[in-house]
C-alpha cells in the first residue's frame, strides 16, 4: 500500500503552502523584505526564510511520526530560543538565498513524503510540544509545516506574511 491518497494529500497540502508563500513574497522588494514584523518580532525576509527552513526541518519529524518514531523530546521554551536565534543569525539574509532555500525544502519535503501509507499518514505519537494527546503525521503536517507558511495564524489566509509596517523608530 504505497502512494495511496491520503499519503498524496499530505504531499499535496505540504507542497501548496509553501508555494502559495512562494507566489505572496517572489514580487517583494528588497525594502518590503527588510520591513519589520512587529508580531513577528523579524523583518518579513527573515521571516519567510524561517519558514524555508521549518520546511526542511521539520519534514523529517513527519516521516519519523509516520514510520512510528517518537517525536523528540521539545518545549515551547525550546521553540522560542531557536526562533530567536535564527532571527538574529539570519538578519541581512538576501531574498534570492531566502527564495532559492524555501524552493528546495518544499521539493525535498514532497520527496521525503512521497509514497506515505494511510496507515503512516494517521498514525500516532505523542509529542510534548503538542500537550498529551497524540498526534497523527498529518496533523503534524498542518500544523508544522502548513501553519508556518500562513500567517497571521488565527486568519488561515493562503499565502500571507504580516503585513509590513515601518519599524519602530
Do not use: K
Request: with cysteine; hydrophobic share 35%; charged share 15%.
Amino acid at each position: 500500500d504505497t502512494g495511496t491518497a491520503r499519503g498524496e494529500g499530505v504531499v499535496t497540502q505540504l507542497t501548496r503552502a509553501p508555494g502559495e508563500l512562494l507566489a505572496y513574497v517572489e514580487p517583494f522588494t528588497q525594502a518590503q523584505c527588510q520591513t519589520y514584523c512587529p508580531n513577528e518580532a523579524r523583518s518579513a525576509g527573515v521571516l519567510v526564510h524561517h519558514v524555508a527552513m521549518a520546511v526542511g526541518n521539520l519534514t523529517p519529524l513527519i516521516v519519523d511520526v509516520a514510520e512510528g518514531r517518537a517525536f523528540p523530546p521539545l518545549t515551547s521554551e525550546m521553540i522560542d530560543h531557536n526562533n530567536a536565534r535564527h532571527a538574529e543569525q539570519y538578519a541581512n539574509v538576501g531574498q534570492a538565498e531566502t527564495l532559492a532555500l524555501l524552493r528546495a525544502t518544499r521539493r525535498s519535503a514532497a520527496a521525503q513524503l512521497r509514497g506515505l501509507t494511510d496507515t503512516q499518514v494517521e498514525r500516532t505519537t505523542p509529542a510534548s510540544v503538542f500537550g498529551p494527546t497524540p498526534v497523527t503525521a498529518q496533523q503534524r503536517t498542518e500544523f508544522l509545516i502548513v501553519w508556518h507558511t500562513h500567517a497571521p495564524p488565527a486568519s488561515r489566509q493562503p499565502a500571507t506574511v504580516p503585513r509590513p509596517r515601518p519599524r519602530p523608530a
